[in-house]
């Protein structure tokens, strides 16, 4: 069986991790292996470096190269084994996150982050399929409020995530991979766009 790498995107709020249970459990039931994992994170090291981006205040190079490296833990002792032994990867975050956060949110230069990227990437590794969870920053940030504790990137004003909406529609423009999740919709809604997309792509296999 041939891996699966699929990845969700969105501003924070948007609500792409309520349906990761469901997605595993949908893969299961049709007979994959599932690896569930997160970026920044989903090894020791990686989950060392999350703590610290999430937390401390950094300029924006250090930042991209901290990501980088948790990437290149998380590849090379997670993903890229998943893969090649057949498994379906969900992944919540990847590469197009740093586009948007990093670079469409704080500016920093994208030419860079496409040098690390093939650094980092090599052949290049990239996702078979992205939900992009699609809303509004004000919806997002109502949706937020009070939910708990912001990290850094959470606390920032809504114009940073305009900024970094407008990085995933332009990514999300540029690659077929993408998939536009309107994640206005209610929980339900939402979840029977994901069916359909993955069912559209000839991705949920037989039962
Ligand atoms: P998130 O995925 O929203 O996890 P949680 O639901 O636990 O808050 O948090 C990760 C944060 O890290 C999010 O605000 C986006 C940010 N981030 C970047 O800035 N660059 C990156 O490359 C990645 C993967 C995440």
């Known amino acids: 069986m041939k891996g699966l790498f699929l990845t969700l995107e969105g501003i924070d709020g948007a609500g792409k991790s309520s349906h990761i249970d469901a ?6 039931a049709r007979g994959r292996q599932v ?15 999350r703590t610290m981006i999430l937390t ?12 980088f490296a948790a990437r290149r833990d998380h590849i090379v002792r997670v993903i890229e084994p998943a893969l090649a032994r057949g498994e379906v990867v969900l992944c919540d975050r990847f590469t197009d996150a740093t586009f948007a956060y990093q670079g469409a949110g ?11 990227e093939q650094w980092v990437q090599g052949r290049p590794l990239q996702p078979d399929i992205t939900l992009w969870f699609d809303l509004s920053p004000e919806l997002a940030a109502e949706r937020l409020a009070g ?6 990137f959470e606390s920032q004003p809504v114009e940073f995530f305009r900024r970094v909406a407008a990085g995933y529609a332009q990514r999300a423009a540029a690659a077929s991979r993408f998939v536009r999740i309107d994640a206005g919709q209610s929980r339900d809604q939402v979840w029977q766009q994901i069916e359909a997309a993955l069912a559209a792509r000839g991705l949920m296999g037989s039962r």
Not at 106 to 116: C, E, I, P, Q
């Open 23 to 28: 997605l595993e459990a949908l893969f299961k």
């Open 35 to 49: 690896t569930r994992t997160r970026e920044p994170g989903g090894t020791p090291i990686a989950e060392t470096l």
């Open 56 to 67: 401390q205040p950094m300029d924006p190079l250090t930042e991209s190269l901290l990501v």
């Open 106 to 116: 704080h500016g920093f230069d994208t030419a860079v982050l496409s040098a690390l």
């Open 147 to 152: 939910a708990r504790l912001p990290d850094k």
